[in-house]
């Protein structure tokens, strides 16, 4: 079975920290992707990756940083949070498809990081 | 327009009745699509993929309708169990010729006895 972990369930931090979200996947998959999901909302993507050291923006990126250095690992990264960051952290990671086109194949989540910034 | 939209519901149905949702989209040009469940408080999980030519997995078929640009999930002989929230999924274009996938806001489903 593919595993995502992430580093916390539950997170609370204050205005202005640097918060660090680390996601993890045991199942060599090249694709990885961090979202927010929010009431009302849904899921939203933040940013996401096709491979080591490549990012690319989602739909909500402000605010946010990423890293992946290792094919396994990616890390979500805010800078200076705020108390509208406050949310649900989902990541997901999939195989990457077939083509240049790089159509998507299914995505495994991890069980998501509840961030509550005061 | 939002890219990928959903009736949020919630659908409140008895057991045993069936129950159909859609997710319209607005790019003809997406590709891949799938329908995934989320129960409260946990992750969402792949339920189907949907195909052109439809698919079916037991009580659950979901069909692409490319031309009015919509997919629906079918889902027979309803039980408790299948009280959740379904989210679509469409991967529309992007710049460099990838496709980034969105989501639809979840249709809620309450099933009772």
């Known amino acids: 079975d593919v595993k995502v972990t992430q580093s916390s369930r539950y997170l609370v931090k204050r205005t202005g920290e640097k918060v660090f979200l680390e996601c993890v996947q045991d199942?060599?998959?090249?694709?990885m992707f961090w979202y927010r999901q929010d009431p009302g909302l849904g899921l939203r993507l933040i940013y996401f990756?096709?491979?080591?050291?490549?990012?690319e923006k989602g739909d909500i990126p402000e605010g946010y940083s990423v890293s992946r250095e290792k094919k396994e690992r990616f890390s979500l990264i805010l800078e200076s949070a705020s108390t509208n960051q406050t949310s649900m952290y989902l990541c997901?990671?999939?195989?990457?498809?077939?083509?240049?086109?790089?159509?998507?194949?299914?995505?495994?989540f991890g069980p998501g990081t509840r961030l509550t910034v005061t | 327009r939002k890219e990928v939209e959903q009736d949020p519901g919630p659908f409140n149905v008895p057991e045993g009745a069936t129950v159909a949702f859609n997710c319209t989209y607005s790019?003809?040009?997406?590709?891949?699509f799938f329908w995934y469940r989320q129960d409260c408080r946990k992750e969402p999980k792949l339920l189907m993929s949907?195909?052109?030519s439809g698919n079916e997995d037991g009580r659950f078929t979901a069909q692409l309708n490319r031309a009015s640009q919509y997919i629906s999930l079918l889902i027979r002989d309803s039980k408790l169990s299948d009280s959740a929230t379904y989210l679509c999924v469409v991967n529309p274009p992007a710049s460099g010729g990838s496709y980034i996938p969105t989501f639809g806001r979840g249709t809620s489903l309450i099933v009772h006895p």
């Open positions: 790019n003809s040009a997406s590709q891949s």
């Open positions: 199942m060599d998959h090249e694709n």
């Open positions: 990756s096709y491979d080591v050291k490549m990012k």
């Open positions: 949907v195909y052109s």
């Open positions: 997901a990671s999939s195989l990457l498809g077939l083509g240049g086109g790089r159509l998507l194949d299914e995505q495994y």
